[in-house]
């Protein structure tokens, strides 16, 4: 056993070894990665790692630097990378709703987009001027008036025969009309034509039948006329203006003489894009019926020589860094918006946009798990994104659209991308067990830690973070005195002086609100009363249950005894965790004992009120007892063990002390002191190990004594194994250092019995017996006594017969 000096009962930080006085003399060193070594090897090894399926699993807690100090890698490794290629969607001339992706070096898309722009403006301000000069014009006129010349000739011919047989030939409305003479060569009318005898209608039905083969025979002898006049102008046409566009198309191919990766298929592109002007050639030309519907078709010829530019590169030093933090289906993977016309969802090529996927092609992207798992389709289309390496971008939504709509499929594109996925241990072992193989795809596990071993070396990098912190916040810088408080509230967080916290979240919070009250009281720098005063209002803002169960403690409500003996009756510790405040306070736990063979009663047990770890303490308990009584095996007795007024359940197994200190008090008649509060578990060997919320626990127990008055003989006993963790509040060791409360500590449950019940446990003899005077001596004492009681019942004597 052994009473703890005030000296272990707290870590004290010296300022004096932070190595600044202030943190302004820090603010320019770079920010490191604070106690996680381990991740950021392993996060530089997947960063620089090529091949595919090397994405990064970050897993950690929230608040630990995970998405910071990724995004801080993400950008260093970019740096050391070539900035990637842009990618445009252009116009398939062959499949209009299959747009084409073209891949072109890191700022040249706009200047693509600029050169085809510029080409469009030129072609509609000198395709009408050539096609407006006088040279054009004569050579058109001597086509055409070749063309007429040709055809009146056979024309003539085709008037001669129908006036040989009686007819008159003309033309309307570009339709050749024939009609019947009389003999003074006027139109023969209905009633004229039905007085005529049947001979004479039958010889005109076979003459109209002749004229109307000749007619007929016209046709096919100008039609090849007239293609070729047409031919002819089309020829002059492309002649005049084919320069104008190899001019045009020139200058674009000169621009990307450097070997591109899509250099064919922008060739081809191009040479597409020459052919559709030529065959567009006559909505160039101004005409005075109908120019409004012209220039409707001429700006839709000419949409199709846009330049979608979906990524643009042209202004990355490196690799591009994206952290998308609202992965959507749109914003993820890419979108295309359509728009109503008439009652139709209608789109384009031009109308194509790129997610952050595309975007981060030859860099990196930051997911966080939680966000993908919100939409399945999100989920799937990314899992099939892994798998293959390459993504189309689709609408999803127009599948389901209450219109029909123009669907697109724009042309797959290859992406290579690292992707960093944030996500809990929890969400990465869920992963690795029921979808291996999206397991598979993250080869690097990144695994931050929540705490890790404090040195000089962290202790300063803290003081780089909080001047970090300040520069970034805007917050005045906090003085070396202020810096050390800091760190002994990290250690806080994690009950241990050895290490500290690394949920920095938590810290940065805390910088916030000290600066605020060091800025009320116009303060230079932020020193340690604003730290602690900071400190203390948290508390005061989260603190009310913890108030009122001490209130209840104080007023009778909750009954705890602290002070005198009492037999079977302990006051164990709990802990009580709220997820923003955790707070410890007393628990009466009692025991009754009788003969009998039912063993020990978990009364919570029974009633469905304890978790399983509670239950197994007390199974480890009751084989505990029955080992130190082995001798007796097994034991006649009946005992039972509850946490009094506790109407909300337990769970965990550091009563299990106090459970069997009730026990053997019971079983020993020796009453307990009931200033002495127990906390830890006990295992089978009855070796006392250490608990969780240690701190917590025994200030809540001061906070009830000091409620009543410290009297000198309070104080609590706790696990040995333990000690390193006690980070405890300055009132505690305050009290301790005079001599008002006292913290025992103790590696096996004997000592405790000593310091409880004022006896020695007993060691037993050769044949398993206890002294009769130590505690185990006197429980084994009664065990025996409820032996013999549980047989005699078993056996009753015979009534004895009484001769008269």
């Given amino acids: 056993m052994t009473t703890l000096e005030p000296a272990e009962l707290r870590l004290t930080i010296e300022p004096d070894r932070l190595g600044f006085s202030d943190t302004s003399e820090m603010q320019e060193h770079p920010l490191p990665w604070i106690g996680q070594e381990r991740a950021q090897i392993a996060a530089r090894f997947g960063l620089s790692m090529d091949q595919p399926d090397y994405n990064l699993f970050v897993l950690g807690e929230v608040g630990s630097g995970r998405s910071s100090l990724l995004k801080q890698a993400m950008q260093d490794a970019a740096r050391q990378k070539a900035a990637p290629p842009d990618l445009c969607f252009l116009h398939n001339f062959d499949q209009p709703e299959r747009p084409r992706a073209l891949r072109l070096p890191a700022g040249q898309g706009r200047v693509l987009r600029q050169f ?6 030129s072609l509609q301000m000198e395709i009408p001027q050539r096609l407006n000069r006088q040279d054009f014009k004569d050579e058109s006129l001597h086509i055409e008036k070749k063309y007429k010349e040709e055809e009146a000739s056979v024309y003539a011919e085709l008037d001669a025969f129908a006036e040989a047989r009686g007819f008159t030939l003309h033309r309307e409305s570009g339709h050749l009309v024939f009609t019947l003479l009389d003999e003074n060569k006027h139109p023969l009318t209905e009633s004229e034509m039905l007085a005529l005898s049947r001979e004479r209608r039958a010889g005109i039905e076979k003459s109209e039948q002749e004229l109307r083969a000749e007619i007929t025979r016209f046709l096919d002898r100008t039609r090849p006329m007239e293609k070729a006049m ?37 060739g081809v592109y191009l040479d597409q894009v020459a052919q559709d002007v030529l065959e567009n050639l006559e909505l160039f030309e101004p005409t005075d019926a109908d120019e409004a519907s012209r220039q409707e078709e001429l700006a839709s010829v000419l949409s199709r020589y846009r330049v979608n530019l979906v990524v643009d590169n042209g202004g990355l030093d490196g690799a591009p860094v994206i952290i998308e933090d609202n992965p959507l289906f749109r914003s993820l993977f890419g979108s295309i918006e359509y728009q109503s016309e008439n009652d139709v969802l209608v789109t384009d090529f031009s109308r194509i946009r790129a ?19 919100v939409d399945g389709l999100v989920w799937e289309k990314l899992r099939r994104f892994l798998r293959s390496g390459r993504l189309q971008i689709e609408e999803p939504g127009t599948a389901f659209a209450p219109i029909s709509a123009v669907s697109l499929e724009p042309e797959t594109v290859e992406v290579e991308v690292k992707i960093v996925l944030i996500g809990s241990r929890e969400q990465y072992y869920e992963l690795q067990e029921e979808d291996p193989e999206f397991a598979r795809r993250f080869r690097v596990k990144v695994d931050f830690a929540e705490s890790f071993s404090s040195s000089d070396e ?124 955790r707070f410890g306070y007393p628990m009466r736990v009692s025991a009754r004992t009788f003969a009998g063979s039912d063993g020990l009663l978990n009364i919570e047990r029974e009633v469905e009120m304890s978790g399983p770890i509670h239950d197994k303490g007390v199974l480890i308990l009751q084989n505990y007892l029955s080992a130190l009584f082995h001798r007796i095996a097994p034991l006649a007795l009946n005992a039972s063990v ?39 578990a006990v295992n089978q060997h009855g070796e006392v190990l250490p608990v969780g919320g240690i701190n917590e626990k025994i200030e809540g127990y001061f906070q009830a004594c000091l409620s009543v008055g410290l009297n000198g003989r309070q104080g609590v006993l706790i696990p040995l194994r333990n000690r390193s963790h006690l980070m405890l509040d300055r009132k505690v060791i305050e009290a301790v250092e005079q001599g008002l409360f006292h913290i025992h500590a103790v590696e096996h449950v004997n000592p405790g019995m000593a310091i409880l019940m004022g006896a020695d446990a007993g060691e037993p003899d050769a044949e398993g017996n206890y002294p009769h005077a130590s505690v185990l001596g006197r429980a084994q004492k009664t065990l025996q006594a409820y032996r013999r009681a549980c047989w005699a019942s078993e056996h009753p004597k015979p009534a004895r017969k009484h001769m008269r």
Wanted: charged content about 25%; overall charge negative; aromatic content about 4%.
């Fill in 355 to 373: 997610g952050s996927l595309l975007k981060a092609h030859g860099g990196f992207l930051l997911l966080h798990l939680r966000d993908l798992l």
């Fill in 116 to 121: 085809m722009a510029e080409m469009t403006r």
């Fill in 458 to 581: 962290t202790r300063r990098a803290f003081g780089i973070f909080v001047a970090h912190s300040c520069k970034n916040l805007g917050l005045p810088h906090f003085s070396s005195v202020a810096v050390a408080r800091l760190l002994e509230e990290a250690h806080r967080a994690v009950d241990d002086q050895a290490r500290q916290s690394a949920i920095f979240s938590h810290v940065e919070g805390q910088l916030v609100e000290s600066a605020a009250l060091c800025k009320q009281r116009s303060g230079i720098l932020v020193e340690v009363l604003d730290v602690e005063a900071a400190l203390a209002a948290r508390i005061e803002r989260h603190d009310y249950p913890a108030r009122r169960m001490q209130e209840s403690i104080r007023d009778g409500e909750v009954l705890i005894s602290l002070t005198g003996e009492k037999i079977g009756q302990l006051n164990g510790l709990t802990v009580i965790d709220l997820g923003d405040y």
């Fill in 642 to 680: 509850v946490f009094e007024q506790e109407y909300n359940g337990v769970e965990g197994d550091s009563a299990s002390c106090a459970e069997l200190y009730t026990l053997l008090s019971s079983l020993s008649d020796l009453p307990l002191r009931q200033g002495i509060a127990v906390t830890g």
């Fill in 230 to 266: 047409n031919d002819a102008l089309a020829s002059l046409r492309r002649k005049l203006v084919g320069a104008l566009l190899d001019g045009e198309m020139q200058k674009i191919r000169g621009q990307f003489k450097k070997q591109i990766m899509d250099a064919i298929k922008l």
